[in-house]
Each structure stands twice: as structure tokens, then as C-alpha cells.
């Protein structure tokens, strides 16, 4: 075993081994990989070898495609048959909900270049005749997809490593991982030590125990999964002799399975309700080839249900179970990316669809580690993503809950509801008594709109379909009663919505935002290190607040903060709930040696109140301790001030497009500042807002969201943000690579559109915007403007197709409808609300 290595893999199932393979093909030939059983004797070798396409996913999106398009070229490269048999899937629909999904993806995939063809029940009949259509209202198919042998992939990618030049190491465990004074990691195994540059952590259902090495916390449990392979049956073995084409894979969504011909017989494998976790405390050292005893009883509902469209596979006896251990994690996608606060250590774990995502998981890893960068917006499956909430019993109740998902619809206004509620703020019983209806953002209950008093779903609006998943709204406990339905189109709490964004353009309204991510930089080098690494020039003057990007050293945007100096070498930075972990890490790993900055995380400590709207003013007015007028306290300042006995911050900024303040209060004194505001507030018409209602106000002023308009793959300027960067203050990370990608000129630009004829569903994010039947762009957000009454998106589209006035066309649940560019900001494009 070589003793220095530039990095080591762990793992040699599917994804270690594709890690190891494009590596190498990057140029970092002297990695070698680290296994401790045969390849492939985790998880992957009895995987099914499925590989879907379909995921509403964009980072799994790309992923996956990458994927099916580097299985299809290697035998080519390592002369290894992976035995890829793209025999096409189809997914049936019997809802219209379903369908709308299908609609909705089919636009995702376009913008993505994954080819889907929508077919009728008929076409399903002729393409899988032993399919009882019954009950089918349409289908979509992927002419790509298909399956693969996942131990002869890993073997052709092991061998393309190999010859390159890689080392793998069989039979050899990793006991324990070192960080050396020298930066680099020493990893020790039971047959000598490797020290090396980067560890890439690729352990599958062992990635807890891995984590546990170099004291982070993996956010992966897995599930137990099976499926059933029957004896040959006569009709698929006289289609064979026939020498008929495969029928494909087969999935009925409704029904939550998938289904496909195996050697002569059929192989089935439901997601069913009730799969437990397993390895909780983690595998034995001995585990090799592992399977669990079968449980069908789980599975009765789905083999029912698959004999009832499938009648032949209820004809034949059952060969074989399989039932093994599915990595999971909370949200079902991978954790692909660096691990927070650890240098040069690099995760590739959590993957359910492991076979499918090896190929685009190792491609894009390899990159991110050699170049890094990667050059796919990986936010969806970054391991930043989750906080150190996720631990052990969060864990099995979301990851178990998200196998369960796999197959039900994915709405995009979907709340789920395992380990909830789990991170309330203060107020978060005085909003539930105001009607609130919560959404969860990294654990934290966050109120998405307000229901009336006694407001609840009829029983028309809850029946559901004769489908075996697919709830279309929330279970909640015996005593309450949903009060909002999920959809792809504009749906019960619409209008509910709308009321609040008339109250915040007209009176004032009270929205809890406590679980933005806060932290404060001091220290001697703290203003110099800000304008090192942020686009916009750090306030000179104490109570200055100014919104600021963190780049990618290619000049995309990877952060984004609201910065305030709040002292002479100290400052406020607040980011995004969702991305604190990511936020935090991408910051500390940037801080200087000389312990000259220092970041102190305030996140729980600091709750925020939003008080917005023309009526604001006059609410704070009656309950602080200093003068609030616009010349006393003006747009872009922060003041310390009481509201009654509560010292706090107050930040004149929101993300409405109103007049109104943020503020930020120790989350001890939330209650009492909470009280004074809605008692001050009655008379000017106070109510609270939630998150819905900011996401249509935020429309109508074109402003960005991190993950949407802004990413990696957009540069700054081509997502508008040309007045938050300042080219003259000196350099800063990204500044160059800005300048060359300007120089070079952009592919894309960012516009508002108004979409003309909507009738119930509006842009969500992703449509294809098109033009003379050419796609152009894709939108990034869209919604229904209650103060401007539009139908409005933001969209990236090609430079050329920007100018105001132009129309376009943006496929809506595979509707097209006109759209409009029209300027920025369709609401008070001078902001005169805000500074007023
Ligand atoms: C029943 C079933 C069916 C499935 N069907 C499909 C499908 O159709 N399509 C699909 O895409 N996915 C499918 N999957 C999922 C798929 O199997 C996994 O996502 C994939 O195999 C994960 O690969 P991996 O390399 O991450 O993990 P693994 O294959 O588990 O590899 C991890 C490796 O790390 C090694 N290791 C761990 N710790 C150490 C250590 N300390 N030192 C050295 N080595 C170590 C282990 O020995 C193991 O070999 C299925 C899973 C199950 C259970």
C-alpha cells in the first residue's frame, strides 16, 4: 500500500469507486482507495441496478443524467460490459395531481436536457402489454432509462482507475483518520498508514461510524428496502423466444412501486409506510454481503396492488427477496460536498439511488476537490444543508419518513411532518393561536400563512383519490383539522395569502424570522478580511448596513448577507435559515491565520421580528425609546433602541418592499417585545405574515433568492447584483474571474416577466422559458404579485432575449403561456416605500 497518496477514498462500493475513477481522470493518478471487505460488498452489490432519471431535484437532476451518459462509454474506455440495458420507463398516473407532477418535471427535464415523452394508456398497453391500463389517465416515459449491473459497474470503473494508475487496497479497514500539523491527513488502516491531501468519505451504511473518526455528524441512517424476484413466466419467456424488446421498467407511482423483467421473470420493489431504520448504533466489523430476513406482510398492500395491474405477476411463484439496508438521509437526496469545518475532508454518502448517482456524484466530487469548484450548482445535495439538529432520533423519523416519500407526490408546497414540531421560537405559540399554519426550515417551525379562526378544509377538499400513498395535505393529530392542501396550482390558502400582502402594503404587518442565520465578526483584521472576501465595500461607519455576496473564486454567487457595523472592529452578518450551516463553514474556512477575526455564531441566541408595512413607523414610534423618523433613522441603518424594557437592534431593511425594520432581539425577550408591538399595533390594523405572503412580496420587487437567481453557475452581474459589488474597494475573492467572465461576455441575464393568461397556476421555478419554440432560459421563482396583480417570474434568459417589452413564452404544467419582460421591480420600482 502506497504510504502517500494526494487523496484517499474510503469505500468501495459504486460511488467510492466512481470517485476514484474521475479523480484519476482529473490528473490525481496517485490516489488509491481503501476497502475494507471485496468491492462492491456493502450496499451495491444487491442493488436492483434501477437507474431513474427522474428527479425534481436540480442538482440529482444533473447528477443522474451525467450518469446514464458516462455508463453508456465505458466499456469503450476500460473494455469492462457494466451491462447498461436502457430499456426505458415508464411511470404511469391515475391523478391529476400526478400528472401535474409529470408536468411539472417534464419542464425541469427540459431545462436540464433529460428527454421525456408523455404517452397515453393505450401506448403504455402496446409497449408493456402485460400492464392492465385500467384506471391509467396518461404516463411518462424516459427512452434513456434503464438499468445496469451495479457489481460489473464498479468493476469497469475500478479498472478505468486502475490502468490510469490508481491504487485499490481489498481487504484493508480504515480504523482512524488524523489531521497532521502539516495540514494533511493521516489515514490509519490494519495494514499501514496513507497520508495524504484530501479523504473522501464514501462509506455507504458505515458513514456515521466514519464521521464519528474526525468528530462530525453524518446525517445518514438507512432503511431497510426489498424487493421481490419471481420464477420465469411463460408469456415474458415466449416474448424473449420471440425475440420481442424488453418492456422496460415499469413504475406505478400511484402505488408506490416499480417493476421490471428479470431473467424471464419479474422483479417488484415497493417503497412501502413503516420500513424501519436500521444499523442505528452501526455495522458489525464483520458485516460483508449483508441481507435481513424478509418481511412481506410490509409489502401485501404493494404486491397487491402490482398483481391487480400486473396480473402475470401474481401467476408465478416468488424466487427470491432481497432485503437490504438503503442509505437515507432527512431529505432523501445524497450528501455530495465538503464535511462543515473540516478541510480537504470530502463526503459522497447518503445515496438511496447510489447506482444512478455514482457516475454525476464522483464526476462532480472530483471536480469540487481538483478544480475547487464544482461546476454544477450542488446546493440540493450539499452536505451543509443540515445543522446539528440532524442527529440520531431526527434521523430515523425523517429518513424513514422519506423512503416512504419516495413515489408520493412531490408538491412544491408540501410540509412534511416527521420530527415536528422540533425548533419553535418564543413566539411560535402566539402565532399558532393567530391561525399560524407552520412550514419547517431546518428544523425550525416557521409560520407559512395565517388561517382564519375556525378555518378548515372541508371534506370534499380532503378526499383523496383511491391511491395507495399521496396525501394531498398533512396529516395532523386527532384533535385538529388540516387546514391547507397541496398543489402545483394556486390552492385553498391562495386567497389567505393574499389578505396578508394587502395588510403588509396597507397597514403592518409582524412575520417571525428568527431563523435567519446570524453570526458577528470581530477583531483587529475583521473589516479588512470582509472586503477581502465579500463584493461589496464592508460599512465604514457604525449603524451602516449594506447587502453583500460571497463568490466563488469563478465569480458565481455563493452567499449572500446583510451586513451591519454594529462597533468599531465588530460586525452583524444575518444569511439564510436553510444555509447556516453552509454560510458558517464556507466563512470559516476563509479566516485568516493570525487569529486577527474571530466568528461568534449567535443564531439561537438572537430572534428577529419583521415589522413591515406604511404603518410601521408609527407602531415603532409608540413603543421605542428614540426617535424613528426617516432623517432620525433612514433606509440602510441600524439604531439600538427598547421596546418597552427590551434592548434591541433594529435594522431599517426587509425583503417586502415596504417600509419596515428588522428587529433583531435576544431571543429571551421575544415574548415581551412581541406583546408590546401587537398591542401598539391594534389600532394601525397589525396582523402577522408568514412566509408565503414574503415570497409573493418579494416577486414584485425582483428580489434574489441563494439556490434560485443566485448560484454558482449564474455570475453576479448576470443575476443583476452589479450594485452590491464594488469593482474599486480593492481585490476580493472572485473579483478577477468576475472581470474575465464580463470581458468574455454572458450566456445568461436575469429578467422579470409578467405571464399573461394565467388562470390557476403560476410560475413555481424551473418552467422552460422559450421562444419560437427554441428553449432560451428557464424561469428561477414565480407566483401570483397580490399589490401589482401579476402573474410574475424571474427568469435566466439568453442576454439577447432581456430587452424590455420583449415577450416570450414559459411552459406552465405543460400550458404555454405568453410572458412579458417588463422592468425590475414591478412594485415601487423607485422604492419610495422603502425610504420614505
Ligand atoms: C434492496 C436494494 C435495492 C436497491 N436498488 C437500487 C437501484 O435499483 N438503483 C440504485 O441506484 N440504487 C439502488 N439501491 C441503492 C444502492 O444499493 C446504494 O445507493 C449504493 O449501492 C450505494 O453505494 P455506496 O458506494 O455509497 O455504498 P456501499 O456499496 O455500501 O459501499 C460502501 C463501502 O464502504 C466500505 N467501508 C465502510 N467503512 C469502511 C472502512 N472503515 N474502511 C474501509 N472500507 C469501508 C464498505 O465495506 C462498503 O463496501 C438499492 C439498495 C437496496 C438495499
Excluded at 116 to 121: E, G, M, N, S
Excluded at 166 to 195: C, M, P, Q, Y
Excluded at 390 to 415: Q, R, S
Excluded at 648 to 661: K, P, Q, S, T
Amino acid at each position: 500500500m502506497r504510504t502517500h497518496a494526494r487523496a484517499v477514498v474510503i469505500g468501495g462500493g459504486v460511488v467510492g469507486v466512481s470517485t476514484l475513477y474521475h479523480l484519476v481522470r482529473k490528473g490525481w493518478t496517485d490516489s488509491v482507495l481503501i476497502e475494507r471487505k471485496e468491492l462492491t460488498s456493502g450496499s451495491t452489490w444487491h442493488a436492483a441496478g434501477l437507474l431513474p432519471l427522474f428527479n425534481l431535484s436540480y442538482s440529482v437532476g444533473q447528477i443522474h443524467k451525467y450518469s446514464v451518459a458516462l455508463y453508456q462509454t465505458l466499456e469503450q474506455d476500460t473494455g469492462l460490459d457494466p451491462g447498461l440495458r436502457q430499456v426505458s420507463n415508464i411511470r404511469l398516473a391515475r391523478t391529476r395531481d400526478r400528472m401535474d407532477e409529470y408536468n411539472y418535471y417534464a419542464g425541469v427535464a427540459e431545462t436540464i436536457g433529460v428527454k421525456v415523452k408523455f404517452l397515453t394508456a393505450g401506448e403504455v398497453k402496446k409497449i408493456w402489454p402485460l400492464c392492465d391500463v385500467d384506471g391509467i389517465i396518461g404516463a411518462i416515459q424516459h427512452l434513456e432509462d434503464g438499468y445496469i449491473q451495479p457489481a460489473d459497474l464498479t468493476q469497469a470503473l475500478a479498472r478505468g482507475a486502475r490502468e490510469r494508475g490508481a491504487e485499490i487496497n481489498r481487504h484493508t479497514t480504515v480504523n482512524a483518520i488524523e489531521r497532521l500539523a502539516s495540514g494533511e491527513w493521516k489515514v490509519s488502516t490494519d495494514k499501514g498508514e496513507v497520508v495524504c491531501e484530501h479523504v473522501v468519505s464514501a462509506t455507504g451504511n458505515f458513514a456515521r461510524a466514519t464521521g464519528r473518526m474526525v468528530g462530525i455528524n453524518v446525517p445518514v441512517i438507512p432503511v431497510e428496502h426489498q424487493y421481490i424476484v419471481t420464477e420465469a413466466h411463460p408469456e415474458i419467456v415466449k416474448r424473449k423466444a420471440q425475440g420481442l424488446p424488453e418492456m422496460g421498467v415499469l413504475r406505478e407511482s400511484d402505488s408506490s412501486w416499480y417493476m421490471r423483467e428479470e431473467a424471464g421473470g419479474l422483479l417488484l420493489g415497493p417503497y412501502e409506510k413503516g420500513a424501519p431504520a436500521c444499523y442505528i448504533d452501526g455495522l458489525s466489523s464483520d458485516s460483508e454481503y449483508e441481507l435481513f430476513p424478509e418481511d412481506l406482510d410490509r409489502l401485501a398492500p404493494h404486491i397487491e396492488t402490482a398483481i391487480a395491474r400486473v396480473p402475470a405477476f401474481g401467476e408465478v411463484g416468488v424466487k427470491k427477496v432481497y432485503n437490504g439496508a438503503i442509505a437515507y438521509t432527512p431529505d432523501g437526496s445524497p450528501i455530495v460536498g465538503p464535511a462543515p469545518g473540516l478541510r480537504n475532508f470530502w463526503l459522497n454518502e447518503g445515496h438511496s439511488f447510489g447506482v444512478t448517482a455514482a457516475g454525476g456524484a464522483g464526476w462532480q466530487l472530483a471536480e469540487w476537490i481538483v478544480e475547487g469548484e464544482p461546476s454544477i450548482d450542488m446546493l440540493g445535495v450539499d452536505p451543509r444543508r443540515f445543522g446539528p439538529y440532524a442527529d440520531t432520533g431526527y434521523l430515523i423519523a425523517k429518513n424513514e419518513e422519506a423512503y416512504a416519500k419516495v413515489f408520493t407526490v412531490h408538491y412544491p408546497d408540501e410540509e412534511r411532518v416527521a420530527a415536528r414540531p422540533l425548533r419553535q421560537t418564543p413566539c411560535y405559540a402566539r402565532m399558532k393561536d393567530l391561525g399560524a399554519v407552520f412550514g419547517s426550515v431546518y428544523g425550525w417551525e416557521r409560520p407559512n400563512w395565517f388561517a382564519p379562526q375556525g378555518y378548515a378544509l372541508s371534506e370534499t377538499d380532503l378526499a383523496k383519490p383511491d391511491v395507495l400513498l399521496n396525501e394531498n395535505h398533512p396529516a395532523v393529530s386527532p384533535s385538529e383539522k388540516p387546514r391547507e392542501k397541496w398543489s402545483f396550482r394556486r390552492s385553498n390558502y391562495f386567497q389567505f395569502v393574499g389578505d396578508e400582502c394587502r395588510n403588509v402594503r396597507d397597514n403592518v404587518g409582524l412575520m417571525d424570522m428568527s431563523a435567519f442565520a446570524k453570526c458577528e465578526v470581530s477583531g483587529s483584521g475583521a473589516e479588512g478580511w470582509l472586503n477581502s472576501i465579500l463584493t461589496n465595500r464592508a460599512p465604514r461607519r457604525t449603524g451602516r448596513v449594506t447587502l453583500t455576496y460571497l463568490l466563488t473564486k469563478r465569480g458565481g454567487v455563493r452567499a449572500e448577507f446583510t451586513l451591519t457595523r454594529i462597533g468599531p472592529e465588530r460586525f452583524y452578518l444575518v444569511s439564510a435559515a436553510a444555509l447556516e450551516t453552509h454560510d458558517f463553514d464556507a466563512l470559516e474556512k476563509l479566516l485568516p491565520a493570525d487569529n486577527s477575526v474571530r466568528i461568534d455564531k449567535v443564531t439561537t441566541q438572537r430572534g428577529v421580528l419583521v415589522l413591515a408595512g406604511p404603518r410601521s413607523r408609527e407602531v415603532l414610534a409608540k413603543v421605542s425609546d428614540i426617535d424613528v423618523s426617516n432623517a432620525a433613522f433612514p433606509w440602510l441603518t441600524a439604531r439600538r433602541l427598547s421596546i418597552k424594557a427590551a434592548a434591541l437592534i433594529a435594522m431599517r431593511v426587509n425583503f417586502v418592499g415596504e417600509l419596515g425594520y428588522e428587529l433583531h432581539h435576544p431571543i429571551e425577550t421575544q415574548n415581551a417585545i412581541f406583546d408590546a408591538l401587537m398591542a401598539a399595533g391594534a389600532p394601525f390594523g397589525i396582523k402577522p405574515f408568514g412566509i408565503r405572503a414574503m415570497d409573493s412580496l418579494r416577486l414584485e420587487k425582483s428580489y434574489k433568492l441563494i439556490g434560485r437567481e443566485l448560484s454558482i453557475e449564474y455570475s453576479a452581474l448576470e443575476s443583476g447584483l452589479e450594485r452590491f459589488v464594488d469593482f474599486d474597494k480593492g481585490p476580493f475573492l472572485g473579483r478577477d474571474a468576475l472581470v474575465a467572465w464580463r470581458d468574455k461576455g454572458f450566456e445568461n441575464k436575469l429578467v422579470t416577466l409578467e405571464v399573461q393568461g394565467v388562470t390557476d397556476a403560476d410560475a413555481r421555478g424551473s418552467e422552460p422559458v422559450m421562444k419560437n419554440g427554441a428553449m432560451i432560459g428557464r424561469t428561477t421563482s414565480g407566483g401570483y404579485g397580490w399589490r401589482t396583480g401579476k402573474s410574475l417570474a424571474l427568469a435566466m434568459v439568453g442576454p439577447e432575449f432581456s430587452h424590455i417589452g420583449g415577450d416570450v413564452d414559459v411552459r406552465i404544467l405543460g400550458e404555454t403561456r405568453r410572458a412579458i419582460v417588463i422592468p425590475d421591480s414591478p412594485y415601487d420600482p423607485q422604492n419610495k416605500a422603502l425610504r420614505c
